[in-house]
């Protein structure tokens, strides 16, 4: 029966190692804050060698700081002792390869209390593809935004030049939506002067008067160049 006992427990151990080494996900075993164990996964996100890795902190592979302004020393030393009140820990954090990379993760972190010293599990989840998405996602939905703004912007321009009876009118609705449409503090436009070959300042934001008078009267050919 004991040998039994023990070819079960051998098996047993080897289906775990295997499940283990070839999961998916990456897996960290941690003792007194240094890395005692990993799988493949990691070394692989890591971009090091199980040798490069053991008795590593995880500050050795983070930056000073995380995304959210926190210190990485004093976030990862919260996360963990929390975990140790029985609260199992879900969070994001950066990390910095051995070639110096970085890449964001998703990272749930556990204690296991075992004798004489418990250990820290950590999963590991690279999400920079989904992290980039995010962000794409967001600037994309911005810059529709702004493009909708700006439209309706034009679109309110032109019926309001459609009801204006004189040209002063006209310049002055216009400046008033190129300033919600430009992001600039400087805004001239000119008109064409009566003798076709100059350009005269009908209205500007920004500039002071000793530039407005020095550009008040442009040539159709200085203009050009």
């Known amino acids: 029966i004991t040998y039994r006992n023990k070819l079960a427990y051998k098996e047993l151990n080897h289906k775990l190692q295997a499940t283990f080494d070839n999961a998916g996900d990456g897996i960290f075993l941690i003792r007194n804050g240094y890395f005692i164990d990993c799988n493949q996964a990691i ?14 902190t995880p500050m050795h592979f983070s930056p000073k700081y995380q995304p959210d302004g926190q210190l990485s020393e004093q976030k990862c030393r ?8 029985d609260n199992v820990q879900y969070f994001e954090w950066q990390y910095i390869p051995h070639d110096g990379s970085i890449f964001e993760a998703d990272v749930t972190l556990t204690v296991v209390k075992l004798n004489p010293e418990p250990l820290v599990h950590m999963i590991v989840r690279d999400i920079t593809e989904r992290k980039l998405a995010e962000r794409q996602l967001k600037q994309s939905k911005a810059r529709l935004i702004t493009q909708n703004q700006n439209l309706s912007l034009l679109n309110a321009l032109s019926i309001q030049l459609h009801s204006c009876t ?41 500039f002071n008067e000793q530039t407005k008078q020095a550009a008040k009267r442009l040539s159709m050919s200085d203009s050009l160049n």
């Open 43 to 56: 070394l692989h996100m890591f971009r090091c060698s199980k040798e490069q890795l053991i008795q590593k």
């Open 166 to 206: 004189s040209i002063d009118s006209i310049v002055d609705k216009t400046l008033d939506i190129l300033l919600q449409l430009l992001n600039t503090p400087y805004i001239a436009i000119y008109l064409l002067d009566d003798d076709k070959q100059h350009l005269k300042l009908a209205r500007s934001h920004g």
């Open 78 to 85: 919260d996360r963990i002792n929390t975990a140790f009140d």
